[in-house]
């Protein structure tokens, strides 16, 4: 199979270890030596407090410039967040966030609960998000940053 033909575009905003893995054709520690050494500028641990195991997030446009040797990302944190984080509102749906983030709904849940998040708001309904503090979440990606 040709995968040099391959242009695929990547829809989340932040993209799990795996992704980078098959985009770069590296191992997840050369992914993760990627991320240390700075090469991929954004990455974020979303592990819970107790895991064991790291859950890393990369920047979707981190990977694409190394990728394709362009620099389209932002230059600092609080760029990168504010992408992470669009428009102004102080609250944001959790399942916004955890789509953007490539997080399962059930994980950001656990990170309200050992209050890595605040929740502001329940659902209206038993069917609908909480809103999360947009506040907490700027605090969380700017405490959570591994490049």
């Known amino acids: 199979m040709r995968t040099d033909i391959l242009q695929l575009p990547l829809r989340r905003a932040?993209?799990?270890v795996e992704t980078a893995k098959a985009a770069l054709d590296k191992s997840e520690d050369q992914i993760l030596a990627l991320v240390e050494d700075g090469s991929l500028r954004f990455a974020w641990n979303f592990s819970s407090r107790n895991s064991r195991r790291r859950l890393v997030r990369i920047?979707?446009?981190s990977l694409a410039d190394l990728a394709n040797a362009t620099n389209?990302?932002?230059?600092e944190l609080a760029d990168a967040i504010k992408y992470l984080l669009p428009g102004s509102e102080p609250a944001?749906?959790?399942s916004r966030l955890a789509s953007s983030w490539s997080i399962g709904g059930t994980h950001l849940a656990d990170l309200i609960l050992?209050?890595?998040l605040e929740k502001v708001r329940p659902g209206r309904h038993?069917?609908?998000s909480p809103l999360i503090s947009r506040?907490?979440?700027v605090k969380f990606l700017t405490l959570r940053?591994?490049?």
Request: net charge neutral; glycine share 0%; aromatic share 4%.
């Open 72 to 75: 389209h990302q932002p230059m």
């Open 92 to 94: 944001l749906h959790a």
């Open 135 to 137: 506040a907490s979440a």
């Open 14 to 16: 932040l993209v799990s």
């Open 114 to 116: 050992e209050r890595s």
């Open 126 to 128: 038993a069917t609908d």
């Open 59 to 61: 920047f979707a446009l």
């Open 145 to 147: 940053r591994l490049s």
